[in-house]
């Protein structure tokens, strides 16, 4: 239970080395962010990834959660004087939190039971006797007839036989080792049920009459069955052979050859379907409830990274549209660095339909501000400014593109306080226009303002346990912001405040400073913000970024702690502080390997790992991870579903991963499937093994159900013959 057996599990469950747990441990007991140990102490742990010490930490979490469990349990049953070392063994062994539940369930505190009333009538002494089963003990009503009395409540024998039969059936419920091996044989061999409740399932349909083992469901199908059982279309079920839950409990409660044996399997037997059953019930679909939720915040938070890691669109000016019918359609121009130039409102959609002004309009904002590409947001008639802006495209003539853009979130972040802060001279809508325009340009920096649950990378979000969900996609988003680094004299509040060691306040007060002395010159200058203290120092300096510096390293990932060992390698590698200015630095990779890696690691006192990052950083000063990336599919026309006909080869951006396939923009307004099957020939257990979201990949069309507005698409150009 002390560290050091968590360090030993630890290292067993993720294969890892001692020295990678017991450093990582100690490290994260010392306050130190999981973005600064990832990137800055990776001598420390061996170079392990963000995401691994993210699951590491959590499970630390979960292992000294155990432990203060073990430890109240042990405090409780000594407390009751029945503390055994066989029990002492069997909590210490207890591998989860179920288990551990299983163990104290007798020495709990339980609320009035048909039990516990039987215990307060006298009748403990009777079921004893009963379930000792003596080969040679007088049948059970007549033990029970010595039992009767009517001051207590128990007029007769059959009332005394039936309250002993009830404490014995919770002795039954009671027994750990019991529930362990009912719960691993149900899950193994049991069978989820499921029927309608409706005559229109919608869709559930197919639930109307399901069944499949427990041990083969499948996550996304267990959360679907869960949300219209909530949604009271669908009632489910487990069926579990109850042959096989009596032989379990036979072999440890039932003895052969005694007059009391049939009277204790009937104990047993209400024990299983009254206690144990129901209870058994209840945990395992909990049990896959956790499950299916753990890989879809899994998918949830992939999906996330991706999307945020899209690479952005720099230096162009930006058109944004955010589609509507009857109010219109907002306009917004922001310059390169996402500045305000100019709003308005335009009508190209019903009813006014007035695309001839419309045009006009667009076409006057693109030449007075030299507009490059439009942003067109995908919600409410999207589709018909996407034909109109393709229009214009076509009619201007000069290179202009265009972009479909996810509005997942902009709505909300239209309407909080901090886009009413932000502009606070715009209405709701126009904020929205703003927004869309500026997730082109930079995503990571436009939707690190909106709650991450609402930018829709996934299904079921709202059915998460939502702790658990907020936990992971922060993660997310925090380690997004620190690995592509932040411009310390531009970012907004919410950018800094996913920085490492920052946090919300700490950002204010960052940007407070700059607003009142000007951008910052140095990393050093941080120390002088208020509430910012040498340690927020230390986990915050290597990822925020100053551009024209007094010192170049200042606009690279190299912490402070390292500028001298930065500065011996530029000399050792007969580079000078102006080459480092100029950014001529391209071939230092080849001068360390000629020197070798460890000699120069060595010589300017830094670890192997840290050595690559610096000469990383110095070759490519300012670098951002997302330009590595594929860039964004821009379009010049526009297609609607009815042009799409079987066979038909396209270009698509992937927009979200889902347990069974991927959905694909293919430029019609409505996204396309690829169904798992269809992603490759090769066998894959999830879509996450071959697509990520902002993949740009070729498809065909399978299949187009207009009217039902569902796309079939395949990846895979010889299942061509399943097209319809």
């Known amino acids: 239970m002390i560290i050091i057996n968590i360090i030993e599990k630890l290292t067993e469950e993720f294969s890892l080395k001692p020295f990678q747990v017991e450093n990582t441990v100690k490290l994260i007991d010392e306050g130190n962010t999981i973005p600064f140990i990832a990137r800055y102490r990776k001598e420390a742990h061996g170079s392990l990834d963000d995401q691994v010490l993210r699951e590491l930490s959590e499970r630390l979490n979960y292992l000294r959660n155990m432990d203060e469990t073990r430890e109240k349990i042990m405090a409780s049953i000594e407390e009751q004087g029945a503390l055994t070392d066989e029990l002492v063994a069997a909590i ?3 591998q989860t939190l179920t288990e551990l539940d299983d163990i104290y ?18 009748l403990e002494p009777l079921a004893d006797i009963i379930y000792a089963q003596a080969p040679d003990c007088k049948p059970p009503i007549e033990l029970a007839a010595d039992f009767i009395n009517a001051e207590l409540g128990v007029e007769t024998a059959e009332d005394a036989l039936q309250g002993a039969m009830d404490i014995i059936a919770e002795k039954i419920s009671d027994d750990a080792d019991i529930r362990k091996r009912m719960r691993f044989v149900c899950m193994a061999h049991g069978i989820l049920n499921v029927k309608g409740t409706k005559d229109d399932l919608d869709v559930y349909e197919m639930y109307k009459e399901y069944s499949e083992a427990l041990s083969k469901i499948a996550d996304h199908r267990i ?32 003895k052969e ?15 299983y379907s009254r206690l144990i059953f129901p209870s058994i019930e209840r945990e395992i679909r909990s049990e896959l409830t956790d499950r299916a939720s753990t890989s879809a915040i899994k998918v949830f938070s992939t999906n996330l990274h991706q999307l945020l890691m899209q690479p952005p669109v720099n230096d162009k000016v930006v058109l944004g549209l955010d589609p509507g019918y009857r109010t219109g359609c907002k306009v917004a121009v922001v310059d390169g660095t996402g500045k305000v130039l100019d709003t308005g409102v335009i009508y190209p959609a019903p009813p006014k339909s007035d695309i001839e002004n419309a045009k006009i309009i667009v076409k006057a904002l693109v030449k007075k501000h030299g507009v490059q590409v439009f942003a067109i947001g ?35 972040y239209s309407a909080s306080k901090l886009a009413a802060e932000e502009f606070p001279d715009y209405d709701v809508s126009l904020r929205s226009a703003v927004s869309i325009a500026r997730r082109l340009q930079d995503p990571l920096a436009e939707l690190v303002k909106i709650d991450p649950k609402a930018i829709g990378v996934g299904q079921y979000q709202h059915d998460m346990p939502q702790n658990q969900l907020n936990g992971a996609l922060d993660g997310v988003v925090e380690d997004c912001v620190n690995s592509v680094g932040v411009d310390l004299n531009t970012a907004s509040v919410q950018l800094l405040a996913r920085v490492s060691g920052l946090g919300p306040a700490v950002a204010k007060n960052v940007v407070a400073y700059r607003e009142e002395n000007g951008r910052f010159t ?104 997302r330009d590595e990336l594929p860039a964004p599919l821009l379009r010049t026309d526009i297609m609607s579903m009815e042009d799409l006909k079987a066979g038909m080869e396209l270009t698509g951006t992937v927009r979200n991963v889902i347990d069974f396939g991927a959905f694909v923009d293919i430029g019609v307004h409505q996204d396309g499937l690829v169904h798992i099957s269809h992603i490759t020939n090769r066998f894959i257990k999830h879509p996450a093994e071959v ?34």
């Open 378 to 412: 995908n919600g409410t008639a999207s589709h018909e400014t996407e034909v109109f802006a393709a229009e214009v495209i076509k009619e201007l003539n000069d290179g202009l593109s265009y972009m479909v853009v996810s509005e997942a979130g902009a709505s909300v």
């Open 223 to 254: 959360l679907a069955i869960n949300r219209g059982e909530k949604e009271e279309f669908l009632k489910v079920s487990i069926d579990f052979d109850e042959q096989k839950a009596m032989f379990i409990i036979a072999k440890n409660h039932i």
């Open 257 to 271: 050859g005694s007059p009391a044996t049939e009277t204790v399997v009937a104990a047993a037997k209400d024990a």
């Open 92 to 94: 210490e062994a207890a």
């Open 522 to 625: 140095n990393r050093s200058q941080l120390k002088k913000v208020s509430k910012l203290g040498p340690k927020a120092f230390e986990q915050c300096a290597g990822f925020l970024r100053i551009t024209d510096g007094k010192n170049p390293l200042d606009n690279t990932s190299v912490h402070p702690e390292s500028y001298d060992a930065a500065e011996k390698l530029i000399k050792l590698c007969d580079y000078t502080d102006k080459d480092l200015k100029k950014g001529a630095l391209t071939n230092l990779s080849e001068k360390v390997n000629e020197k070798g890696v460890s000699v120069v690691a060595n010589e300017i006192g830094v670890g192997e790992p840290t050595l690559l990052d610096i000469v990383k950083e110095l070759e490519r000063p300012g670098r951002d991870p």
């Open 105 to 122: 369930r007798p020495y709990k505190k339980k609320r009035k039971t048909r039990a516990s009333v039987a215990k307060e009538k006298g």
């Open 691 to 724: 697509l990520k979201v902002g993949d740009i990949v070729k498809v065909w069309v399978l299949s187009v159900d207009v009217n039902k507005k569902r796309i079939s698409l395949t990846m895979r150009k010889d299942k061509l013959n399943e097209a319809k």
